[in-house]
């Protein structure tokens, strides 16, 4: 026969019951919410193998180009690409050692640059110009600022910053205050600011996309949605970051629109190429004997300053200015036979005045056109198509006139040693013309 429990066992009896019942609710519960986290990519991902390039060979830069993936597919499997676990150190800070113009030149690239890839938004773009200034030490890429930011803009492969290839420059236009900042940015970096957390990561890409350069680099960082790499291996470590950049920056004409630094030089390119045309057409043959060596510049976008090729003829000058100017409603275009002579800037002086050969100007909101010669190097029938030119000349300081005899004041030799009264008395006229002279030294 059964004992019956006493009521302290009934009572342990039921908790446990109640335990049990709570446990096989809350567990399968608790299972669930903590599960661990399966990424799926519902496409497989085929990377060319990982290669560590020597030290003994220059990596290549290779091509932009993507898996076929879906934003969210490629999100899933850069989620399963580790960050490497070996040191990140800092780049050291960089220090622009150009000129001014060229410091205006590098800054607008940087800043254009780090503007359309990251956007509005300060610390992508520090990150994005920490990779400029990587990639221009680094042999792999190109030595100037301007040529990191715009490479492959030229090769049928494609930019290595895809803005600079896809149109954005002409799609979308910054704010005045965007623009502002990123120039700040880009400033600042090319004057010793570092982005420690990039450290020497030449490449990066969205969490949206995979390239194929992908698995021979090893992934370092994160920034907001961009992705952060560096080369395996020795050239992924500061001593291959050691190369001396050139101070040089080149003219993008993409960034005229943007820069006053780069419309000045894209008004130069423009006005080059279109005198070597007008010059071609005009019979003179690059490369040959008679090679009209047209030399042009640019003060802005209104004015083209230039020295005329050899041989040229009066009535080829109009056509050349016209070239030059374009369909521009304004344009001023002055020419000169002699190189020593002609102007970089505006206004001229005396003497680039008196040794103009050629004016055009031309004002179609005032309904104005007018060609001037230089009728000395270029004659005209018509007298009224000749440059006037005005004699100058350089006043020359004269001494005043001394009397004979007369014994100098005592005011006439302020700041003269004044000779003893007897030197004074036998040589007066002497005496006047020395403190004169001293006077005027």
């Known amino acids: 026969m059964t004992k019956p429990l006493s009521p302290r066992g009934t009572t342990v009896l039921r908790a446990t019951i109640v335990g049990i019942s709570a446990l096989a609710i809350i567990g399968p519960a608790l299972v669930v919410a903590n599960a661990p986290t399966i990424v799926h990519v519902s496409k497989r991902v085929k990377l060319p193998p990982g290669r560590v390039v020597p030290q003994a060979e220059v990596p290549q830069v290779e091509p932009v180009k993507f898996v076929d993936l879906t934003p969210d597919d490629a999100r899933a499997f850069n989620a399963t690409v580790p960050f490497s676990t070996a040191p990140n150190p800092a780049a050291r800070p960089f220090l622009f050692a150009g000129g001014a ?14 503007l359309y890839e990251a956007g509005d938004d300060t610390l992508g773009e520090r990150a994005v110009a920490q990779v400029v200034l990587n990639r221009l030490r680094h042999p792999a890429f190109p030595k100037t600022v301007c040529g990191v930011v715009f490479e492959g803009q030229d090769r049928s492969t494609g930019c290595q910053f895809s803005f600079s290839c896809d149109g954005a420059l002409t799609r979308w236009h910054p704010t005045d205050d965007a623009w502002r900042r990123a120039r700040e940015v880009a400033a600042a970096a090319l004057n010793g600011a570092v982005f ?109 300053l230039v020295t005329l090729p050899r041989n040229q003829t009066a009535d080829g000058l109009v056509a050349l200015a016209t070239q030059a100017c374009g369909d521009k409603p304004f344009c001023r275009f002055m020419a000169w036979t002699d190189a020593t002579k002609t102007a970089t800037s505006i206004p001229l002086d005396l003497a680039q005045m008196a040794a103009l050969s050629f004016s055009y100007m031309r004002d179609r909101g005032s309904n104005y056109e007018r060609s001037l ?25 004269q001494s005043p006139p001394v009397a004979p005899n007369a014994a100098a004041g005592a005011g006439e030799l302020s700041g003269v040693r004044q000779k003893s009264s007897a030197a004074a008395s036998s040589s007066p006229t002497q005496t006047s013309s020395s403190a004169a002279a001293t006077a005027t030294k």
């Open 101 to 114: 113009e060229d410091l205006a030149r590098a800054t607008d690239c940087m800043a254009a640059g780090i």
């Open 196 to 304: 420690k957390q990039v450290g020497y990561a030449t490449h990066y890409h969205t969490d949206w996309v995979v390239p194929y350069w992908q698995s021979s680099l090893d992934k370092i960082t994160a920034v907001n949605t961009h992705l952060f790499f560096r080369w395996s291996g020795w050239w992924g470590t500061p001593s291959a970051f050691g190369r001396h950049p050139e101070t040089i920056e080149p003219v993008i004409t993409q960034l005229a629109t943007l820069s006053d630094a780069h419309k000045i030089g894209a008004a130069l390119v423009e006005a080059n190429a279109a005198l070597a045309e007008a010059s071609a057409a005009m019979g003179f043959a690059a490369g040959t004997e008679t090679d009209p060596s047209v030399m042009a510049s640019a003060v802005d976008g209104d004015t083209v």
């Open 373 to 397: 010669w230089n009728c000395r190097q270029f004659k005209r029938a018509d007298p009224t198509q000749c440059i006037v030119t005005r004699a100058t000349m350089t006043a020359v300081p």
